[in-house]
């Protein structure tokens, strides 16, 4: 399967953090009327199928380098690089950035609700 390995790598703690919430996602939760809720909010993943080889390196089956978005962020945040490689399928895991945390969410037993605000793109 032809796609491309994106590697990333942080300048600190912190733009870790963001550079990850940005690409995958992230999980805010609430507490409404007694009941906790866990509001999903979508990264540039949100519908993009991934699978993650190391810590700081996801191979997709695309080139999320095209989609419409302000990549000045990450050079702010640390380097991003992209190549293109043939991967084997079977040996994948893939998840978009919405099935991943329904899983973590769905495993503490918590409402997955999408928050309504999207990112631009």
Request: glycine share 6%; net charge positive; no cysteine.
């Amino acid at each position: 399967m032809k796609g491309f390995i994106i590697a990333y790598k942080a300048k600190d703690a912190n733009s870790r953090t963001i550079l990850n919430h940005t690409l995958f996602g992230r999980i805010v939760y609430r507490n409404y009327r007694g009941r906790r809720y866990a509001y999903y909010v979508p990264g540039l993943l949100h519908d993009i199928k991934f699978a993650r080889l190391l810590d700081s390196k996801i191979f997709v089956e695309e080139n999320i380098l095209n989609v419409k978005y302000d990549w000045s962020i990450f050079d702010l945040l640390g380097e991003m690089t992209h190549t293109e490689a043939e991967r084997d399928e079977s040996e994948l895991s893939f998840n978009t950035g919405k099935e991943h945390w329904s899983k973590i969410v769905k495993e503490k037993g918590l409402v997955l609700r999408e928050q309504r605000r999207k990112i631009n793109r």
